[in-house]
Protein backbone atom coordinates (compact mmCIF):
# COMPACT_ATOMS: atom_id res chain seq x y z
CA UNK A 1 0.00 0.00 0.00
CA UNK A 2 1.58 3.41 -0.73
CA UNK A 3 1.46 5.83 2.23
CA UNK A 4 0.87 8.86 2.50
CA UNK A 5 4.36 10.57 3.59
CA UNK A 6 4.54 14.51 4.66
CA UNK A 7 6.14 17.24 4.54
CA UNK A 8 6.05 18.42 8.23
CA UNK A 9 5.79 16.83 11.81
CA UNK A 10 3.15 17.69 14.30
CA UNK A 11 3.75 16.53 17.81
CA UNK A 12 1.18 15.54 20.12
CA UNK A 13 0.74 16.37 23.40
CA UNK A 14 -1.17 14.46 26.21
CA UNK A 15 -2.79 16.77 29.27
CA UNK A 16 -2.24 15.66 32.51
CA UNK A 17 -3.60 17.30 35.84
CA UNK A 18 -1.21 17.50 38.83
CA UNK A 19 -1.35 18.93 42.00
CA UNK A 20 0.60 22.03 43.44
CA UNK A 21 1.61 22.16 47.30
CA UNK A 22 -2.00 24.05 48.27
CA UNK A 23 -3.84 21.55 45.98
CA UNK A 24 -4.73 22.92 43.18
CA UNK A 25 -4.95 20.79 40.31
CA UNK A 26 -2.44 22.29 37.49
CA UNK A 27 -2.78 20.99 33.58
CA UNK A 28 0.48 20.13 32.32
CA UNK A 29 1.45 18.82 28.68
CA UNK A 30 3.99 16.01 28.01
CA UNK A 31 4.71 14.89 24.26
CA UNK A 32 3.48 11.43 23.50
CA UNK A 33 3.61 10.97 19.80
CA UNK A 34 5.46 12.23 16.85
CA UNK A 35 3.69 12.09 13.47
CA UNK A 36 4.64 12.73 9.73
CA UNK A 37 1.80 14.51 7.38
CA UNK A 38 0.54 17.45 5.69
CA UNK A 39 -0.83 20.13 6.98
CA UNK A 40 -3.99 22.17 5.38
CA UNK A 41 -5.72 25.44 5.90
CA UNK A 42 -9.73 24.79 5.78
CA UNK A 43 -10.40 28.31 6.76
CA UNK A 44 -12.79 27.49 9.72
CA UNK A 45 -16.31 28.59 7.41
CA UNK A 46 -17.58 25.54 5.52
CA UNK A 47 -20.97 25.59 4.96
CA UNK A 48 -21.03 22.51 3.66
CA UNK A 49 -20.62 20.77 7.41
CA UNK A 50 -23.14 23.00 9.23
CA UNK A 51 -24.65 19.50 10.52
CA UNK A 52 -21.05 18.90 12.41
CA UNK A 53 -20.21 21.77 14.70
CA UNK A 54 -16.72 20.21 15.27
CA UNK A 55 -16.07 20.17 11.48
CA UNK A 56 -17.50 23.96 11.50
CA UNK A 57 -14.88 25.33 13.66
CA UNK A 58 -11.97 23.77 12.05
CA UNK A 59 -9.28 26.10 11.03
CA UNK A 60 -6.73 23.13 9.58
CA UNK A 61 -6.30 19.64 8.81
CA UNK A 62 -3.43 17.38 9.58
CA UNK A 63 -3.74 14.27 7.69
CA UNK A 64 -0.52 11.50 8.15
CA UNK A 65 -0.39 7.83 7.72
CA UNK A 66 -2.32 5.85 9.96
CA UNK A 67 -0.63 4.78 13.20
CA UNK A 68 -2.28 3.49 16.34
CA UNK A 69 -2.52 6.26 19.21
CA UNK A 70 -2.94 4.57 22.36
CA UNK A 71 -4.68 7.09 24.96
CA UNK A 72 -4.47 10.11 22.90
CA UNK A 73 -8.19 11.24 22.45
CA UNK A 74 -9.55 14.75 21.47
CA UNK A 75 -10.47 15.12 24.60
CA UNK A 76 -7.24 14.99 26.27
CA UNK A 77 -4.74 16.38 23.40
CA UNK A 78 -3.65 18.85 21.10
CA UNK A 79 -0.94 18.86 18.07
CA UNK A 80 1.76 21.51 18.03
CA UNK A 81 3.06 21.93 14.52
CA UNK A 82 5.89 24.23 13.45
CA UNK A 83 5.66 25.99 17.13
CA UNK A 84 1.63 26.26 16.91
CA UNK A 85 -0.57 24.76 19.28
CA UNK A 86 -3.91 23.45 17.46
CA UNK A 87 -6.76 22.03 19.59
CA UNK A 88 -8.00 18.60 18.24
CA UNK A 89 -11.53 18.45 17.84
CA UNK A 90 -11.78 15.14 15.90
CA UNK A 91 -9.53 12.35 14.83
CA UNK A 92 -10.95 10.15 11.61
CA UNK A 93 -9.60 6.80 10.70
CA UNK A 94 -12.02 7.01 7.42
CA UNK A 95 -13.71 3.68 7.22
CA UNK A 96 -11.66 2.02 9.42
CA UNK A 97 -9.09 1.36 6.84
CA UNK A 98 -6.10 2.19 9.29
CA UNK A 99 -4.77 3.45 6.03
CA UNK A 100 -4.47 7.62 6.88
CA UNK A 101 -5.53 9.39 10.06
CA UNK A 102 -7.10 12.63 9.89
CA UNK A 103 -7.14 15.26 12.58
CA UNK A 104 -9.79 18.17 12.55
CA UNK A 105 -7.98 21.20 14.03
CA UNK A 106 -8.82 24.67 15.76
CA UNK A 107 -5.59 26.58 15.52
CA UNK A 108 -5.36 28.16 19.28
CA UNK A 109 -2.37 30.20 18.50
CA UNK A 110 1.81 30.56 19.32
CA UNK A 111 4.77 30.58 16.65
CA UNK A 112 4.81 32.18 13.30
CA UNK A 113 1.13 31.50 12.38
CA UNK A 114 0.13 29.79 9.39
Same mark, same amino acid.
Given at each position: ?? !?? /?????? *??? %???T?T? =?? &? #????????????????????????I? !?? /?????? *??? %??????? =?? &? #??T????????????????????????????????K? %???????
Open positions: MK !KV /NGNTTA *TIQ %IRTEN =AI &G #EGVQQWSDALSLFGWLDYSGGQNDA !KQ /NAKVQE *TTH %IFICDYQ =AL &G #EVSENARMVINDCVYQILDIDNPMFLNYHLEFYLY %IGGGQGV
